[in-house]
């Protein structure tokens, strides 16, 4: 034996899932493994159903010799399920592994109901879902899920979550492998779980912004979060904490949902702003309300959008200074010209000027589908991991 450990099956996967070695023969080289061991590995991912030969055809080898069959990774062999919760409202999707959505549904599912309640109805849409995509069951590998509160990723748990009373701590995976399992038939599958604002972030870096190694995304609705991926992973903080800006006191008297006073999403969130409304005596109750009005350019809802931006651009002069990223997107029920406006106006007010010379504000891309892209792409970037293929592989008998 040697001291450096060889390259296994799920490095090969890896390698040829990336575009980096995708013949035998680039895999040889990129790996030092023998022909045959290469043979004997990819035997076992071909048996898998995870690999296939190009539809390209042989290209030349960088090894010389005869032409090379190209190899791909085969994305036809299973789907994902992903979920996206809003306080009132969610959606949910059958995707296949490449990220494309097959079918989809959104509707009134209030997380006041509880895990238990609302769990149960996603197994349902799931399992209708997988009906309308004319999937079968047994060909999910695993399930996505983003909620709205700071997620504990060892666990899967929510932990304090102000906009989730009856979550904390709640056992999420468990009961939604459950509800799948009970509507549809099928075995249990893996379930991912992570805050939206991390999920949705991570949907548009990978999709839109794939060369950005510093991507912040600001979700501003019924509450305001962040996330932040960098060098094309999440980063989470120490537990799940990360990007948790809604709750930065900035000062002002209001009563946040946290249960502290003067929170930066007691005053600048699209809930925020639905209250002030409603006092003024326009009807708004929540962030997508206030969305409508937007859209409808009600002047007092786009006055009241506009100063939350300058409020949260306050707040992102420091974050900008701190991560010093490439792009920052704003996103959620508020996200439209009033609010970046505003956003724009303080921010570089505030903001070193070193620090937003290379920076990029945005609008979302995928709108709505974010977090459910970035939901199924946490689960097949886990499933394929390298050292996951071999769990996998041997738990396949192979
Ligand atoms: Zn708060």
């Given at each position: 034996m040697t001291g450096r450990s060889q390259a296994s099956a799920g490095d090969l996967l890896e390698l040829v899932r990336s575009g980096r070695a995708t013949t035998r023969g680039a895999l040889q080289q990129a790996t030092g493994l023998s022909r045959a061991t290469v043979g004997q590995r990819l035997d076992r991912l071909f048996r898998a159903g995870w690999l296939r030969e190009g539809a390209g055809g042989p290209v030349d080898s960088p090894l010389g010799g005869r032409p090379s069959i190209t190899l791909e990774f085969d994305d036809e062999h299973a789907v994902v399920l992903a979920a996206d919760l809003d306080t009132r409202h969610a959606r949910a999707a059958v995707l296949k592994l490449t990220g494309e959505i097959l079918a989809e549904h959104g509707g009134t599912l209030v997380v006041e109901d509880g895990p238990d309640a609302v769990l149960g109805e996603l197994g349902r849409w799931f399992a209708e879902l997988l009906e309308k995509a004319g999937q079968r069951a047994e060909t999910v590998c695993g399930i996505g899920l983003a909620v709205p509160g700071p997620v504990d990723s060892e666990t899967g748990r929510v932990v304090q979550p102000p906009m989730m009373p009856?979550?904390?701590?709640?056992?999420i995976r468990g009961r939604l492998a459950r509800a799948f399992t009970e509507h549809t038939g099928a075995g249990s599958v893996p379930v991912l779980v992570d805050n939206d604002a991390n999920l949705m972030a991570y949907g548009e870096q990978r999709t839109g912004y794939a060369d950005c190694s510093a991507f912040v995304l600001v979700k501003v609705s019924t509450g305001i979060g962040a996330g932040v991926v960098v060098d094309g992973s999440i980063y989470r903080g120490i537990d799940g904490g990360a990007g948790d800006i809604g709750h930065i006191r900035v000062g002002a008297e209001a009563l946040c949902r946290c249960g502290s006073y003067g929170c930066l999403a007691a005053v600048a969130s699209g809930g925020a702003v639905a209250r002030r409304l409603a006092e003024a005596g326009v009807p708004a109750a929540s962030g997508s309300d206030v969305r409508d009005l937007l859209a409808a350019g009600h002047p007092e809802a786009v006055g009241l959008a506009r100063e939350a931006g300058r409020q949260v651009g306050d707040v992102l002069a420091t974050v900008v200074t701190l991560l010093n990223p490439g792009v920052l997107m704003i996103a959620g029920d508020l996200a439209g010209t009033a609010f970046l406006t505003g956003v724009r106006e303080l921010l570089y007010q505030r903001a070193l000027p070193r620090s937003t010379a290379h920076l990029d504000v945005v609008t979302s891309?995928?709108?709505?589908r974010a977090g459910l892209v970035g939901a199924g792409a946490l689960v097949v970037e886990y499933l394929y991991a390298p050292e996951r293929v071999e769990e996998r592989l041997l738990a396949m008998g192979m």
């Open positions: 009856g979550w904390d701590g709640y056992d891309r995928l709108g709505e």
